[in-house]
């Protein structure tokens, strides 16, 4: 619980979109960055699944990485974010994770938005 507690801390602090995530991709906390682009205040459920909030080609990239959500998403260093105006937004992400038995209990996930001119239509 106390690096649940340090993890929301740092989200909450960064300027730059970030998660926290459990083990199953379950969004746990999002920081106000993170909600505006994403719009989760108003997306039903009180927790969302990472992999609905990206783009299609993304999810399919994440999950042809492997099982193992931190090092799939440490594998694919750009992913795709469907905006709250269903466009979808290239984000370079890195993640860290607390493991337990050799597997993330808790994954934080940093992002930050391609520079307008790197976004083009391979940037999905």
Same mark, same amino acid.
């Given at each position: 619980?106390?690096?649940?507690?340090?993890?929301?801390?740092?989200?909450? &602090?960064?300027? /730059? !979109?970030?998660?926290? %995530?459990? +083990? #199953?991709?379950?969004? $746990?906390? *999002?920081?106000?960055?993170?909600?505006?682009?994403?719009?989760?205040?108003?997306?039903?459920? &009180?927790?969302? /699944? !990472?992999?609905?909030? %990206?783009? +299609? #080609?993304?999810?399919? $990239?994440? *999950?042809?990485?492997?099982?193992?959500?931190?090092?799939?998403?440490?594998?694919?260093?750009?992913?795709?974010?469907?905006?709250?105006?269903?466009?979808?937004?290239?984000?370079?992400?890195?993640?860290?994770?607390?493991?337990?038995?050799?597997?993330?209990?808790?994954?934080?996930?940093?992002?930050?938005?391609?520079?307008?001119?790197?976004?083009?239509?391979?940037?999905?």
């Amino acid at each position: 619980a106390a690096a649940e507690r340090t993890y929301a801390e740092i989200a909450k &602090q960064a300027e /730059e !979109f970030c998660l926290v %995530l459990d +083990p #199953d991709g379950l969004v $746990r906390h *999002a920081n106000e960055s993170a909600r505006r682009i994403l719009d989760l205040d108003s997306r039903r459920g &009180q927790f969302h /699944e !990472f992999s609905q909030l %990206l783009s +299609p #080609d993304s999810r399919y $990239r994440l *999950a042809s990485a492997g099982r193992d959500l931190l090092r799939a998403i440490e594998a694919t260093p750009v992913l795709s974010f469907q905006t709250r105006a269903d466009q979808h937004l290239p984000v370079f992400v890195a993640a860290v994770g607390r493991r337990c038995e050799g597997k993330a209990d808790q994954i934080l996930v940093f992002g930050r938005s391609l520079p307008l001119g790197l976004r083009g239509a391979d940037a999905d």
